[in-house]
């Protein structure tokens, strides 16, 4: 089974920073892409940002310039750090990794938990 592990949420006023983290644990092989997601309130879910395993990157416009994703394969686990966030960040925040599992031939994606974040004065 693999576990994806978010930690990092909370509230924060506009133009402050926060970073997130998610570890994957359980028993697999290897990790392919990893992304984070967000879902505010009433909208659906999106693509903030997403990291490749050679590093490579790509982000949603909103965040471009403001929010950094990374990840440290030997801890097998993946960063965003969110700078001057504003209330539209507002969001439960989702960690999704492709994963192959040690049992298995192909890769599956796998979810966090969520976190919320609250930009708000």
């Known amino acids: 089974q693999v576990q994806l592990v978010e930690s990092g949420g909370g509230l924060v006023q506009p133009g402050g920073s926060l970073g997130l983290s998610c570890a994957a644990s359980g028993s697999f092989s290897s990790i392919s892409d990893m992304r984070w997601y967000r879902q505010a309130p009433g909208k659906q879910r999106e693509l903030v940002a997403g990291?490749?395993?050679?590093?490579?990157?790509n982000y949603a416009n909103s965040v471009k310039g403001r929010f950094t994703i990374s990840r440290d394969n030997a801890k097998n686990t993946v960063y965003l750090q969110m700078n001057s966030l504003n209330p539209e960040d507002t969001a439960v925040y989702y960690c999704?990794?492709?994963?192959?599992?040690?049992?298995?031939?192909?890769?599956?994606?796998?979810w966090g938990q969520g976190t919320q974040i609250t930009v708000s004065a």
């Open positions: 999704n990794a492709i994963v192959k599992p040690t049992s298995a031939t192909y890769y599956t994606s796998y």
């Open positions: 990291i490749f395993r050679d590093g490579g990157t």
